[in-house]
């Protein structure tokens, strides 16, 4: 599965949108771009998937660039609740729907 | 409300004393699955189920054990926990075992502690 590489972390004030970057330089053409995010200690919450075009969803949109080797999630009014980290991955259609979480970003968001 | 549904949420136990963590859902999944969670280590699958009556391993299914007798339940077990299976446990399903066919949905977590 391809790698990914996320900023640890970003501030953003409330609002305002919140632009996360992800560089997956090696991805291949079967695997998906998603993104989860996590508040706390709580569960993993799906925001969005794609795997070419760019997708838009009543959370977020998400930007896959032509060659698909970095793509933006887009939180367009960011809130203090979206406070977590936000997970990029990218994995294949396999036979088993298992996730690999890296590190994330931590994205704050600012009164 | 679609919801994933994993009891208990909190517990301390010792070792070597056999406890089981129930995970259930409600949307008629075919898919489910079990992760573990470390600081520093992220989350770690434990053991999967496509249906009923099939399960596999995970990457880290040592010390854990499965079943899946109907289709909305899928307990762990561990028969004889130790210290290094203190962690934060979430459970998880989709509709079918494959990528990009459904979301993940999690459950809200069942923070263990061994002693």
């Known amino acids: 599965d391809a790698k990914t590489t996320q900023p640890p972390s970003m501030d953003c004030a409330e609002g305002r949108a919140a632009n996360l970057p992800c560089n997956h330089s090696t991805i291949s053409g079967n695997e998906y771009v998603y993104w989860y995010r996590q508040i706390h200690s709580q569960g993993p919450q799906y925001i969005i998937h794609?795997?070419?075009n760019n997708e838009t969803n009543e959370m977020a949109s998400l930007i896959i660039t032509e060659d698909r080797k970095s793509s933006t999630l887009i939180l367009p009014h960011a809130t203090l609740r979206d406070t977590a980290v936000y997970y990029c991955i990218v994995e294949s259609g396999g036979s088993n729907y298992k996730l690999t979480f890296g590190k994330g970003t931590l994205l704050t968001v600012n009164p | 409300e679609a919801q994933v549904t994993q009891n208990p949420r909190y517990l301390i136990t010792v070792t070597g004393k056999k406890l089981t963590v129930t995970c259930s859902q409600n949307?008629?999944?075919?898919?489910m699955s079990w992760y573990r969670q470390d600081p520093g280590l992220g989350l770690r699958q434990i053991y999967y189920?496509?249906?009923?009556?099939?399960?596999d391993k995970g990457d880290v299914p040592e010390g854990y054990k499965v079943s899946r007798k109907e289709k909305r339940n899928f307990p762990l077990i561990l028969e004889s926990p130790s210290p290094n299976q203190t962690s934060l446990y979430f459970c998880?399903?989709?509709?079918?075992?494959?990528?990009?066919?459904?979301?993940?949905?999690f459950g809200e977590g069942s923070r263990l502690t061994v002693l």
């Open positions: 189920s496509m249906n009923v009556e099939v399960t």
């Open positions: 998880a399903s989709a509709p079918q075992g494959r990528i990009g066919t459904g979301e993940l949905f």
């Open positions: 949307m008629n999944h075919e898919y």
């Open positions: 794609g795997l070419k």
